[in-house]
């Protein structure tokens, strides 16, 4: 006899062939030959994602890492445990290449997708582990684009390996307590001692400090203040199973969320470390590439716990039941659930877009226009898909009761979790700013209209028309704006944040109105048109009265004209992505 006092907790299938938008959209974008090839990977890695890998993190919700900072005999050891999520997570990471798969020259332009498709699948499951794998596609990225041989054939073979046993991970070291988004402030030193350059400072946040090797700003001594003057630079981490010398864990941080991570602020005391560029400056610059792709991580991160919200929601109200019925028969809680799931398809759709394109551009087959667009679209799709997946995992606990409130269900795991999504990789005043210098930098949003026109041309069906209308409407509203307002500083930057909410919002809309098209023509499947017209029902246009000469002042708050000084001591100096965040960065 069943236990009436007893709910049936919710489960997870298959992760890949229950997730709709990802089916669809994988048959939508990819050549027959390169999905045929990659579809059992990405079927058997949902498989493990909804099953032991999800077990396996619903069993372990406790457990943290941990620091052991000295030996038995007085020796300083600074040793690092992690969970058994993560040490699974490493092996599974390598073998299905959610790195490596970036880099494979079996597909081309389209090996981003593959690989983004993969870590969206692989994410949610494996306790932020996606952060070192971000950071460690982020260093190969940069490595490569360096040009430095003796460094990219010492490293990337390691940072792209499908063998666990020879894998790397990495760490970027950026953040500092007096420079987090205004990097130019960094303060530690790098001294040419001998052959050997050498780190003196604090790292204030460095997460996954048990990666093998770090890229790190510092400042090489007698380089100017600001921007300009910082180097970037090579460290390796371990040399056999320890710390090298000269690197030393003051503490693990205790943050809000991502309590598996292991997030250390570090002491460097003569840590030795190699150039990364021929130039011992602008190494802000150098970063900027890793930068981008960090943030293509964020925002896959972002869609991914949304879809993982929605697959334990939906489970859960085919279970719970409530007044004499399944949640699921209730007509209010089917809209909101409704909702969350449209909003997830428009921050997946906006996300994968930028795989598209960084795909294309890695590969050798973008348009200039292509490139202005990925450009323009990395800070606008992490800033407006990493506040949509706080929201969306704050609605998932609510849709659980009292139930979504208690941390041994692991449900307030991923709203904390999601919670550090808009601070990584710049919060989203910084991403907002950046937004603005890419515009500058391109000249014009021209890129950003001739994307609304290749989705608004791909609509035949009325309704879908009508649904992009609103979208069309408010991205020609906010690039009108910027091209009346951008010669009043102050007007502009306090504007920032709506235009660039307002362009990833409309760019979510159509592209799932254009992905809804493909899917009524092939597969006679309304659910992304239905998701189209709620996200065509929401505000979009948050330009509103935004002024364009000066900035209103807000009560007890003077407006100014906004930071003063070279543009490289800003946050993305040297007009490139270059934007660290606030405290924490994941990649510090």
């Not at 073998?95 to 332009?109: K, L, M």
């Not at 001294?191 to 050997?196: F, L, S």
């Not at 993982?308 to 399944?326: N, W």
Request: proline letters at 5%; hydrophobic letters at 40%; charged letters at 25%.
């Amino acid at each position: 006899m069943p236990d009436r006092f007893v709910q049936t907790p919710p489960s997870l299938d298959n992760q890949y062939d229950t997730d709709r938008v990802l089916t669809s959209y994988v048959r939508r974008v990819l050549p027959e030959s390169v999905l045929d090839a990659v579809e059992p990977e990405l079927r058997d890695l949902g498989a493990l994602s909804g099953g032991a890998l999800y077990r396996l993190q619903q069993s372990d919700l406790g457990a943290e890492p941990t620091l052991t900072r000295w030996g038995p005999w007085g020796r300083r050891v600074d040793q690092i445990e992690v969970t058994d999520v993560w040490k699974r997570a490493a092996e599974v990471a390598a073998r299905y290449g959610v790195v490596a798969a970036g880099y494979d020259d079996a597909h081309g332009a389209w090996n981003r997708v593959h690989q983004f498709a993969l870590a969206y699948l692989f994410i949610p499951s494996t306790d932020m582990y996606g952060c070192p794998l971000a950071m460690t596609d982020g260093a190969a990225f940069t490595l490569l684009q360096s040009g430095n041989a003796a460094l990219m054939d010492a490293a990337v073979p390691h940072l792209t390996s499908r063998d666990p046993d020879t894998a790397w991970t990495s760490g970027q070291w950026m953040t500092e307590l007096a420079g987090g988004s205004d990097v130019g402030r960094s303060l530690t030193v790098a001294r040419r001692e001998g052959d050997t350059w050498r780190l003196y400072g604090r790292k204030w946040f460095t997460s996954a400090i048990t990666a093998n090797m770090a890229l790190a700003l510092a400042r090489p001594e007698n380089n100017p203040d600001g921007g300009k003057g910082l180097a970037l630079f090579y460290v390796p981490i371990r040399d056999g199973g320890g710390l090298r010398d000269g690197i030393h864990v003051n503490r693990l941080k205790d943050k809000l969320g991502t309590r598996k991570l292991p997030t250390a602020e570090l002491r460097l005391d003569g840590a030795a470390a190699k150039l990364v560029s021929d130039e011992p400056a602008h190494g802000t610059r150098h970063i900027a590439p890793m930068l981008n792709i960090t943030r293509t991580w964020n925002a896959v991160t972002a869609s991914a716990f949304m879809r993982r919200a929605i697959a334990l929601a939906r489970d859960y109200a085919t279970k719970r039941e409530a007044f004499g019925t399944a949640l699921l028969n209730h007509p209010l809680h089917q809209e909101t659930l409704a909702d969350l799931e449209a909003t997830a398809e428009g921050a997946f759709h906006l996300s994968m877009r930028l795989a598209e394109l960084l795909g294309r551009q890695q590969a050798g087959t973008s348009r200039d226009a292509e490139d202005a667009l990925f450009r323009l679209l990395t800070p606008i799709a992490k800033l407006t898909t990493a506040k949509q997946a706080v929201a969306a995992t704050s609605e998932m606990m609510e849709a659980f009761g009292g139930a979504g409130y208690v941390e041994d269900t692991g449900l307030p795991m991923l709203h904390r979790d999601a919670q550090v999504l808009p601070i990584w990789e710049g919060t989203t005043n910084v991403l907002a700013l950046d937004t603005l210098r890419a515009v500058k930098k391109i000249g014009s949003p021209a890129p950003l209209r001739e994307e609304v026109q290749r989705c608004v041309d791909a609509l035949e069906d009325n309704r879908l028309r009508r649904a992009a209308q609103p979208a069309t409407e408010a991205v020609e509203a906010a690039t009108t704006w910027l091209a009346e307002t951008m010669d009043t500083p102050s007007a502009l930057q306090a504007g920032a944040r709506r235009v660039a909410l307002t362009l990833g919002r409309a760019l979510e809309l159509l592209l799932t109105a254009r992905h809804a098209q493909w899917c009524l023509t092939h597969d006679q499947d309304e659910r992304s048109r239905f998701a189209a017209e709620r996200l065509a029902e929401r505000p979009l246009n948050r330009i509103g009265s935004l002024p364009r000469e000066g900035t209103r002042r807000l009560a007890g708050v003077s407006s100014a004209d906004g930071p003063k000084g070279s543009d490289e001591a800003s946050p993305a100096g040297d007009g490139s992505a270059a934007a660290t965040s606030s405290a924490p960065s994941r990649p510090s």
